[in-house]
Nanobody, 115 residues
Framework: QAQLVESGGGLVQPGGSLRLACASDVNIFEFNSMGWYRQAPGKERDLVAKITVGGTTSYADSVKGRFTISRDGAKKMVYLRMSELEPEDTAVYYC?????????WGEGTRVTVSS
């Protein structure tokens, strides 16, 4: 289906900001929704932010007010801006695209929040 490539991860200090990017080879408006998930070692993969084709956004309670998902259709890109980062945000972040009930995933980008 779609090929997704995440970028922008790295090491950031607590309280800092980081912007992740997801590049798609498919027009992002062909997806029903796109989202960002994260997974820390030994933990479940959790949805952190989602945007529908219509532009409706939603966030996990743990990141609400700190993370913002956005998109650029012309560039076929979806972004996740993360602010006020905490050590608990440390994880591999994955981009997801949904077409009906099917999911396409990127390989992930690692975010480490540490002093």
């Amino acid at each position: 289906q779609a090929q997704l490539v995440e970028s922008g991860g790295g090491l950031v200090q607590p309280g800092g900001s980081l912007r992740l990017a997801c590049a798609s080879d498919v027009n992002i408006f062909e997806f029903n929704s796109m989202g960002w998930y994260r997974q820390a070692p030994g933990k479940e993969r959790d949805l952190v932010a989602k945007i529908t084709v219509g532009g409706t956004t939603s966030y996990a309670d743990s990141v609400k007010g700190r993370f913002t998902i956005s998109r650029d259709g012309a560039k076929k890109m979806v972004y996740l801006r993360m602010s006020e980062l905490e050590p608990e945000d440390t994880a591999v972040y994955y981009c997801d695209a949904k077409i009906l009930r099917y999911d396409d995933w990127g390989e992930g980008t690692r975010v480490t929040v540490s002093s």
